[in-house]
């Protein structure tokens, strides 16, 4: 059932669709910009999407909120989502505004939780234990206003330099919405192995780079009050990371390490301004099936970025960046 951009889902709306599919046959569901006409309101609360969800969660296989504003709140995204849907494969909640680190952090601990007790209680091989393959957590904390471009994401904003502490402090404290190096983290542990396609699309919480991708440090659950990402020694500069990649290539290349994410094909970062030429040189190591990536906004991102894979090169969308060597030579 894939309800996008269709006036008239309400409340009594979703009611009716909680009674018409209670019996747990929906395999899909999909609510995208459900505004209310010239207003532009979200015409649905937290209270009746929970009740919906708590009506045909348990059939579910792909779950997709776009820019469904205020009503997917933490209780929706933890309770509802992640602890009634076991059997999800896909997920996405763009646009949700006001979603918490914290709530993304523990969707896939409990998730996790969900999907192992009913695979063990009704023997049932469909349910996905293992991870997802395909994620939607773009332009989280955004107005659901906000251009999928991420066009006014920086609206109103100085452009911050690489080195600028105080960037950095910024992004620090936006991270207490939406994607950040922890919650990408949970991510990687819960789904890094299956994982297809990934969108974190204004993920502006990140401080470093994808490094929480490729390096979690706790098992997901392990222990709660620990950290699931621990924060990198300070790098001395591209080169050092990029050597770094290589000796990473050498050991994935020998078998002796696994590539963190095996699986993933497409990867959209737009946005993410802490992503740089070096992520991406890791990424040709732990993506080896990568085949597209979109970057745009990713002021560090240069056009000597390239990732080469070992069937060949990745296709970057967006690069907006010229490398500093050509920009000084047009001067």
Request: net charge negative; hydrophobic share 40%; glycine share 8%.
């Amino acid at each position: 059932l894939r309800l996008c951009d269709v006036s008239g889902v309400d409340d009594e709306a979703l009611e009716v669709l909680a009674a018409l599919f209670s019996s747990g046959s929906l395999r899909v569901l999909e609510l995208a910009r459900p505004a209310n006409g010239s207003n532009n309101t979200i015409p649905i609360t937290p209270l009746a999407l929970m009740r919906l969800i708590t009506a045909v969660g348990h059939g579910l296989e792909e779950i997709q909120l776009t820019d469904c504003g205020t009503a997917v709140t933490d209780e929706v995204v933890v309770e509802g989502v992640a602890r009634l849907c076991p059997r999800l494969v896909e997920v996405g909640i763009s646009g949700s505004e006001g979603i918490s680190s914290e709530a993304l952090k523990l969707f896939f601990t409990v998730n996790l939780e969900s999907a192992s007790r009913i695979r063990t209680l009704e023997h049932d091989s469909r349910v996905c234990r293992t991870g997802f393959q395909r994620i939607d957590f773009s332009r989280l904390g955004l107005p659901a206003s906000t251009e999928k471009t991420g066009e006014r994401l920086l609206q109103d904003e100085p452009e911050e330099d690489d080195d600028d502490d105080e960037g950095d402090g910024r992004r620090a404290c936006r991270a207490a919405e939406g994607v950040n190096d922890e919650v990408l983290a949970a991510l990687s542990c819960h789904s890094g192995g299956t994982l297809v396609e990934l969108n974190i699309s204004g993920a502006d919480g990140l401080v470093h780079g994808l490094d929480a991708l490729f390096d979690p440090k706790e098992p997901l659950g392990a222990d709660k009050n620990k950290p699931t990402f621990v924060v990198p020694p300070p790098s001395s500069g591209g080169d050092t990371s990029r050597t770094a990649a290589a000796a990473i290539r050498n050991k994935v290349e020998a078998g002796d390490r696994d590539p963190a994410l095996p699986a993933l094909r497409i990867l959209d970062v737009s946005w993410v301004r802490a992503v740089d030429d070096a992520a991406l040189d890791r990424l040709a190591v732990e993506a080896p099936e990568i085949r597209e990536i979109s970057v745009w906004g990713c002021h560090r991102v240069s056009d000597c970025a390239k990732v080469r894979t070992r069937s060949g090169f990745a296709k970057l969308i967006g690069r907006e960046r010229e490398p500093e060597s050509a920009a000084l030579q047009g001067r």
